[in-house]
């Protein structure tokens, strides 16, 4: 029995998540030819899930990594977004693709794409791992999308329970005991 076993029950196993991320890579590849690529990726959710992208797009690219924090305690969130760590560079003139783990009501990420589109970028898209309709209160085109998802909150793969479960390599739907 492994730590998780009695509180998570799979919801996209490890290969088919490694299987996705290999496409998106693929399609991202693709897109970005002959362009200079720069990855944001939104902690701390997204880190696992940008690293293994980052290894399946074959192009030169940079990452930056940027931490808002939108959520406060429980599974809601609040909609006051504030960014807690930013970028290192001035984002001008560069391709910018938004790397995050889940659009769940999409207030965070409408505030983020306000935010850095104000900083003039030649580029500016989103890829995001899952997406929870449901629960969508603010309209956010996913340009690459790994997975949609029913109204369940999932963790692992980078995605949280009070700081725990992102270390599991698979998502999954967390039981609320
Ligand atoms: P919004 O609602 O602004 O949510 O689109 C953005 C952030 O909320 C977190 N979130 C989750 N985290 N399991 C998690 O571990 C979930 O099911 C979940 N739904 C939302 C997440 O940090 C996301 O970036
Ligand atoms: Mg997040």
Not at 18 to 47: H, M, P, W
Not at 101 to 121: C, K, V, W, Y
Request: aromatic share 8%; proline share 3%.
């Amino acid at each position: 029995m492994t730590f998780h076993e009695k509180d998570v029950d799979v919801l996209i196993s490890e290969e088919a998540v490694q299987a996705r991320v290999k496409e998106l890579g693929a399609a991202i590849t693709r897109d970005y030819q002959g362009k200079e690529l720069t990855l944001i990726c939104v902690l701390k959710g997204s880190a696992f899930f940008t690293i293994d992208l980052a290894r399946a797009i074959d192009l030169p690219l940079t990452l930056e990594f940027l931490g808002v924090s939108s959520y406060h305690g429980g599974t809601e969130t609040t909609g006051e977004v504030r960014i807690t760590t930013d970028v290192s560079k001035p984002m001008a003139g560069k391709h910018l693709l938004i790397i995050e783990d889940i659009i769940d009501t999409g207030l965070t990420m409408s505030f983020l794409l306000e935010n850095l589109q104000a900083r003039h970028p030649a580029s500016l898209k989103l890829c995001s791992l899952l997406e929870k309709p449901a629960r969508a209160r603010a309209k956010v085109n996913i340009d690459y999308k790994g997975f949609v998802i029913e109204d369940k909150f999932v963790v692992g793969y980078g995605l949280d329970y009070g700081e725990k479960y992102r270390n599991l390599p698979f998502v999954g739907v967390w039981k609320n005991p």
